[in-house]
């Protein structure tokens, strides 16, 4: 468990006639990669390092190094990280509860906002640390809680306190979490909570822990001081950037006191980093040559403490040999107090049950999935030890900034023909409401289709495997009626709606629903020929309705890996008061492989009134726009029936900080849409082509297409958003 710095026990073995060597690695950010060229030129040397302490960066390259990772498979592994790769905000998408992977087929984009009588709150970190943990598991050569004197190498972690202003010394953990909370710098990541403390960054109270090497028995010390750069007055232009500074201040101070506290025999080793940004994750490999050059600077010294070829060989193939986790069943599993979701709840979230040996493997997935409820600011675990039990402790800290939540979107669409349109979104989520997780939640849209929706969601059992869901919806929105490219009629639809359905959550795979709608449709011919008329002007809708959702998709936007499909049924009901009697089914799935930057995405869609009657001129199957038919306006083909299928193959040609990615690609698409409003309107097998560039940005997916269809359609698109 973490605790002040001072005084330990030395539990590690000292070595047999020559010095206790520890190896002392500073925070640094992005520059800490150069530890890993220092420790090339200790392996090369053949210095024995007995013990390692490390700050921030350094805690995760020592944590790495002391369960056994070799500094070729570190190096590997750095080479493949970026800033996206770290600190993308979202647990993988597939890990998600199904009603938060619900919202990305929405265009929200900014972030949770609280919503608490005391006002708005926002997280307390830029990112949660989720995706970061990822990372930290792939270099945490040691899954599950260790004590740190048992792994190849004795190792500390130090992380600060945020309240009592003082650092913290891990000794035992699961390792991940511990580097996340050394690493936790204020602002940019949540801090990590854990037994009680609130943790930050090791870096503003130790970050070169020479006093903790020491207490570990040290005789000699290397110690690797990577610096903290201050910004020129002109960089210190904004509050971030005095915030950075402070930071900075504060870290420097530290390292002197550990730097004025090194003994004649210690050897000190600066790599000269020059004005490498500790922000530049994009680049961690530039750093490792400056490490090795650093460390080379010092060679004469280190070889006074090389060991003979054989015996360093001996030592090192005893450093890379982890013992096993221990996977001993627990007695009990235990949660940390929560204020409002429901203990039970989250323990049937959990696969890991008491009694049961502990697989490594499905407790990271648990984390994951615990997480992935939308629930938490932050998940971590540890094994106690009780007289006569063993306990799995999870600590599943709620989000200090709820339960109530709020967010906001935005919609922009054009042809280049004259038509653009906008919608303004914005979503009210009200969480926990009794202990069951009752949820309330409305949206709201204005612009060129207004709506509101607002469903009560209320779980039945513990696990919320099953719910019931009242709702109400509201909606008006233009229809456009085309005679082959012109728009020659407009539909005015206005509905309202109040819908009671029952359904299940299949945990984080999709749903399924039945329900019955009652409400009211108002469908209007705005402008064009009265033959088009749609009906009568009200419209009652009484409907047995259906739904099942599948989702396994890794990005809603620009998928890479994973399927999912939707199925969803209406039948309308003439005994129960409807104004027509029929039903409409239709159903459409997603499939999506990628090598290396190269994705194939296969979509379908059908559609059709299922026996019966046909459906009506205002319940028809609008289709025709960018990836749906491409080259046809959007919503230009109207019928009775839908068939399509398509295939789109996309590169991904950039990799950038602020945003998940930018594509280039085109589509090759089929389909036919039969029984159409607007006799001459096309019919038989419709071929289409698409070439577009895409960028996944922080305020959603922006697409540039253009489309072409065989007989000579061709349309440009621009969208903001879900086209």
Known sequence: MPAAAGPETDAAAHPQGRPKICLVLSGGGARGAAHIGVLKVLEELRVPIDCIAGTSMGSLVGGAYATGMSTADMEKLVGGLTTETIFKERPPRQDLAIRRKMDDHTNLFTPEIGVRSDGLLLPKGAVSGVQLETVLRKLANAPGYRNFDTLPIPYRAVATDLVSGTPVVFREGELANVMRASMSVPGAVAPTEYQGKLLVDGGLTDNLPVDVARAMGADIIIAVNLGTPLMKRDELTSLIGVTGQMLNILTEQNVRASLASLQPADILILPELGDFSAGDFDHLPRTIPIGEAAARRQATRLAALSLPQEQYARLRTAQKALPPPDQRPVDEIRFAPMERVNPA???????????????????????????????????????????????????AIEKSYGPNYLRFGLGLSTDFRGEAYFNLLASYRRTWLNSLGAEWRTDVQVGQTSSLISEFYQPIDTRQLFFVAPRIELERRPVNIFNGDTRFAQYDLRRSDLAFDFGSQFTKYGEARVGVVIGEQNATLSTGPVVLAPGPGHIQRRAVTGRLLVDQIDNINFPRYGYGGTLNIYASQGGMGATNTYTKGDISGTWAYSIGNNTLSFGVRAGSNLGGPALPNYDLFQWGGFLQQSGYSTGQLIGGNLQFARMVYYNKLIHQTFFDGAYAGFSLEAGRVGAPLVPGSPTGLLKSVAAFFGIDSPIGPLYLGYGRAAGGNYAFYLFLGKP
């Open 345 to 395: 709840f989250a323990a049937a979230t959990m696969e890991t049950r008491p009694g049961e040996p502990i697989s490594q493997a499905t407790l990271d997935r648990d984390m994951r999935r615990l997480f992935g409820t939308g629930d938490f600011e932050h998940v971590n675990y540890r094994f106690l030890e009780e007289p006569g039990k063993r306990v799995l402790s999870v600590d």
